[in-house]
């Protein structure tokens, strides 16, 4: 199982973003699938989770701004980010919780991340 994450890049403060991460291999299953970021000196922390059933979860400080969706036909997960500001900047890292063909319990994956810099 693999995921991939795309979307990120160079945007001015106010600006928008739109992350994806596709999960492909042999995959029965998803459960639980979101986005953590970790800035320069910090610990990685959650910035979105959904759940299979299109349940959401957001940090406080991206409440309003940035919305988190799912496509399961396609096994992949976005997060829509408006109204950036310099704080978001860091690596944006996708997971999601698989379960694999043949197997009776979900195992967590991770993307290799990509870079989100806001900046004027």
């Known amino acids: 199982v693999q995921l991939q994450a795309s979307g990120g890049g160079l945007v001015q403060p106010g600006g928008s973003l739109r992350l994806s991460c596709a999960a492909s291999?042999?995959?029965?299953?998803?459960?639980?699938m979101g986005w953590y970021r970790q800035a320069p000196g910090k610990q990685r922390e959650l910035v979105a989770a959904i759940t299979s059933g299109g349940s959401t979860n957001y940090a406080d400080s991206v409440k309003g701004r940035f919305t988190i969706s799912r496509d399961n036909h396609w096994n992949t997960v976005y997060l829509q980010m408006n109204s950036l500001k310099p704080e978001d900047t860091a690596v944006y890292y996708c997971?999601?919780?698989?379960?694999?063909?043949?197997?009776?319990?979900?195992?967590?994956?991770w993307g290799s991340g990509t870079l989100v810099t806001v900046s004027s």
């Open positions: 291999g042999s995959i029965f299953s998803i459960n639980d």
């Open positions: 997971n999601a919780d698989v379960v694999a063909w043949g197997d009776y319990y979900g195992v967590d994956y």
